[in-house]
């Protein structure tokens, strides 16, 4: 059965920082479902670690980092309900209700979506739950990811013309502003689309209000444009994004994304200028995982770049085919837990029954620019870890990887082993050419010992 919308949006533990010099490296990668810790029947050889098959060549680059954020992000994050009662304040009974009104909108955004109406938004009651608890957790794994991608990923252009797709309360403007503080001066005009214009409306005065407390800026340009997926914007746009509109638009159809993918990718391109950037953000459930991996299939047949999650170009290792339905299909996606989220946060979901301990979140990043020629040396692999970690026989840790090899399972133990967490980008040196790489019983993924 599929996952819930919204029930595992929110990470983690700290990681080693993400050196801005490795920011400009064109990354391709595409990762993997959700593994729980558990134990592992595995039947191959077991890794003997002072003749393993590869070795580290650099520290991990981790994906979700907090330390890459700068303190008036974190600053901002922590006080994110004070901000909106600024906006948008809510009375002393309000409050009390809130946390009954969260359970309630949460309900129509999973189990009971079907009974939602399409302009639940308009609704002030929801719109308020919404900002005061879903745009706040967004928030959180937008700007540890955000704040972790190469600047590749995002727009080039001083002046650049942005498009967010199913914007709501602006909530990827908001996070872009907070995440990435060299953007903060840029010149961008923004076009924000949705259906409900009364969430883009609250949504502006948010961004606007967390724009003024910014030292030294100017807020970008806001233009709000009512209208669905589809609807024409009057400039083509130089970086196109979205979260979680795909997911919404899966829900509402009954057809499989392998016949929705083609619309999705013209549209896409219709939107764009000659050399765009795009940035494609969902909430890491089976179906929204697999139109990812299909836009993506897309953007290689068109000779686009996948900037990140992928360290590859070649097919997707965890594509999901039919996992929604109940294959064992891995899909791409990458958790977080969550118990460095801001504590007001953490205590609001504790009220509303709906307590959070981990993120998982689906991405692409894509670029029309042609892929840079790879220098990167025959004996080095990059491996995308898409899993958390389980644990293998004879005192082993496993984690699930993609790479250009197709689906890996890392092994390791010891020290190395606390410090790779789902997300992470590892360089390692192989020793062992490929053919003669182990092959695991179980998954299929070649064994990598580290």
């Known amino acids: ?90 009375n002393s009974r309000q409050i009390q209700q809130l946390p009954d009104n969260i359970r309630s909108l949460s309900h129509q955004l999973t189990d009971q979506r079907s009974e939602r109406r399409l302009g639940y938004m308009n609704d002030n009651i929801q719109l308020s739950s919404y900002v005061r608890y879903f745009t706040w957790w967004n928030l959180v794994r937008l700007t540890r990811l955000f704040s972790n991608l190469p600047e590749s990923s995002f727009p080039q252009k001083e002046d650049s013309i942005c498009l967010d797709l199913g914007s709501g309360p602006l909530t990827v403007v908001t996070a872009l502003w907070l995440a990435r503080p060299e953007l903060r001066n840029k010149k961008f005009t923004w076009y924000c689309l949705d259906v409900s214009s009364n969430s883009m409306a609250l949504g502006e005065d948010i961004y606007l209000s967390i724009a003024a407390r910014t030292p030294d800026t100017e807020p970008w340009k806001i233009i709000r444009v009512k209208g669905s997926f589809g609807t ?29 993918s083609k619309k999705y990718f013209d549209q896409l391109k219709n939107y764009a200028a000659a050399y765009a950037h795009f940035l494609l953000i969902e909430p890491g459930v089976p179906k929204a995982a697999r139109t990812l991996s299909l836009l993506r299939d897309r953007f290689l047949r068109n000779q686009d770049t996948i900037i990140a ?9 965890m594509n999901g085919f039919k996992s929604y339905t109940g294959s064992k299909n891995k899909w791409c996606n990458f958790a977080f837990n969550t118990e460095d989220a801001p504590v007001r946060l953490q205590k609001l979901s504790t009220l509303a029954k ?28 990059l491996l995308r870890i898409a899993s958390d970690s389980f644990m293998l026989p004879n005192h082993c840790t496993g984690y699930y990887a993609c790479s250009k090899l197709g689906l890996t399972l890392v092994k390791t133990r010891g020290q190395k082993a606390e410090k790779i967490k789902s997300g992470d980008l590892i360089p390692v040196k192989i020793k062992t050419p490929d053919s003669q790489l182990k092959t695991d019983e179980k998954s299929g993924a070649l064994i990598i010992e580290i």
């Open 1 to 90: 059965m599929e996952d819930k919308f919204y029930s595992k949006f929110t990470e983690g533990k700290k990681s080693k920082k993400v050196k801005r010099a490795e920011a400009n490296k064109k990354i391709h990668v595409q990762p993997e479902s959700n593994q729980k810790k558990s134990s592992y029947n595995n039947k191959t050889s077991q890794p003997n670690h002072k003749n393993s098959n590869s070795s580290f060549l650099l520290p991990a680059s981790a994906l979700f980092s907090t330390s890459t954020l700068d303190k008036f992000a974190q600053t901002t994050l922590s006080n994110f309900d004070e901000i909106i009662q600024g906006v948008r304040p809510l």
């Open 232 to 260: 024409s914007i009057r400039q083509k746009c130089d970086f196109i994004t979205c979260a979680n509109m795909f997911n919404e638009l899966d829900q509402a159809s009954d057809m499989p994304p392998e016949f929705q």
């Open 309 to 317: 999650p992928c360290p590859h170009s070649e097919e997707c290792p």
């Open 354 to 381: 709906l307590p959070k301990e981990r993120a998982v979140l689906s991405f692409i990043s894509a670029s029309s620019h042609p892929a840079a020629e790879n220098n990167k040396k025959s004996d080095e692999l």
